[in-house]
């Protein structure tokens, strides 16, 4: 009975077994198979990894400009292969070396370094530079690359072959110049001619007594006026966009431009907390022309205002006085080239001016009240400056 009974346990417990390892068998063969199928997705997404990297590779050296990353100290650590078109040095000798070594040819980072100037403002830094054979020019630029305290790692570095653009550049500078001076002389001799034609109307007036031709020569004085005030008109049309636009003080261009006029009579509040504009460098012109405005045509104006108000996305600056004010049927028209030129040919050209650096200028004033001049600058195109001035905004 032992026996048969210790046989029969036996029996169930290798039936037992048989049956856990079964079942252990079929876990590990849906493990297995699971692991394969993982397996194949990790081949997969490695597959698609090297690819997408090889493309990414292809794509760094076919890129025309010599981009690299660069550490906080200007040590190199990756580069494309356009660095051998540029500076004829196989891409395998770049790594390791500095920046300002290759670039400039110096033991040390040179003056007006981006890399330098972006780890002072922690934002992209460029600077255009003579190469070293001084056969062409460079425009180097610096991006920083932060971790996630805004701590800068690194620095993507680029360098770009600007020769071309800069002689296309001084071409056109050389261009505007001597068109400026041929017009300058066109006008002098065109002036002088005007002038002398005019002494000679004045000659001829003072020995007629007939009242018709007199009447003749007075309409021939009209149109040497008119001829005058046109030269006079494109004279400083001529100048416009010459220069560079640069930032400028609002509050001193507008009282350099008062300070040509007789504007003694009229009391002015400038309430611009040190605002400055780029703008064209004939923006002074602007500022003399709306004061000009308020002298000729205000007739009843006491005083203006020079006043902003700062949005979202743009400025708006308010020039505004207490005079009689535009007409409503005038409003557009004043701004118009066609318009008579007794009365506002400097709004065409004011406006024309600021557009230059995208601002806008209409009038907005209510007839009889007075006339309201709206300047809208783009937020790129303000900032404020001084220690009793608001924050910094804008470029």
């Not at 108000?309 to 028209?333: M, N, Y």
Request: proline letters at 4%.
């Amino acid at each position: 009975l032992f026996v048969i009974v210790t046989m029969v346990l036996l029996f169930l417990l290798i039936r037992y077994f048989a049956r856990h390892l079964r079942e252990k068998n079929q876990e590990l063969g849906t493990a297995y198979g699971q692991l394969a199928t993982r397996e194949d997705e990790l081949r997969s997404q490695c597959d698609a990894l090297a690819q997408s990297k090889a493309e990414w590779e292809t794509t760094f050296n076919a890129i025309s400009d010599w981009i690299c990353l660069i550490s906080p100290d200007g040590q190199i650590i990756r580069t494309n292969k356009a660095v051998e078109s540029l500076l004829g040095i196989p891409h395998e000798q770049v790594t390791g070396r500095n920046c300002f070594e290759l670039v400039h040819g110096t033991a040390c980072p040179i003056d007006r370094c981006p890399r330098l100037r972006m780890l002072v403002s922690g934002k992209r830094e460029s600077v255009e530079i003579q190469r070293q054979d001084g056969k062409g020019w460079l425009l180097i630029t610096v991006d920083p690359v932060t971790n996630s305290t805004g701590e800068v790692v690194s620095a993507v570095h680029l360098v770009r072959d600007i020769t071309e653009h800069a002689r296309e550049q001084k071409a056109l500078e050389l261009a505007k110049k001597k068109l400026n001076l041929l017009n300058y002389v066109t006008f002098n001799d065109i002036r002088n001619m005007v002038f002398t034609l005019w002494g000679y109307q004045q000659f001829i007036k003072e020995r007629v007594t007939e009242s018709a031709v007199s009447s003749v020569i007075g309409k021939q004085e009209v149109i040497l006026q008119k001829i005058s005030k046109s030269l006079k008109f494109a004279q400083a049309y001529q100048d416009l966009g010459l220069k560079p636009s640069k930032w400028q003080d609002l509050g001193q261009v507008f009282l350099m431009a008062i300070s040509h006029l007789d504007f003694l009579k009229i009391r002015h509040t400038v309430r611009l907390d040190g605002l400055e504009i780029f703008a064209d460098p004939l923006l002074e012109q602007v500022m003399l022309i709306l004061a000009d405005n308020i002298l000729t045509h205000g007739k009843t104006a006491t005083q203006v205002t020079f006043r902003y108000v700062e949005g979202p996305d743009s400025l708006t600056l308010f020039f505004e006085d207490d005079g009689v004010g535009i007409p409503e049927s005038q409003k557009a028209d004043i701004f118009s080239p066609d318009f008579p030129k007794t009365k506002a040919v400097g709004l065409f050209l004011a406006r024309e001016i600021l557009e230059i650096t995208g601002i806008t200028l209409r009038e907005i004033g209510e007839p009889g009240k007075g006339a309201r001049f709206e300047m809208i600058v783009p937020k790129e195109a303000y900032r404020f400056a001084g220690p009793s001035s608001k924050k910094q905004s804008g470029r």
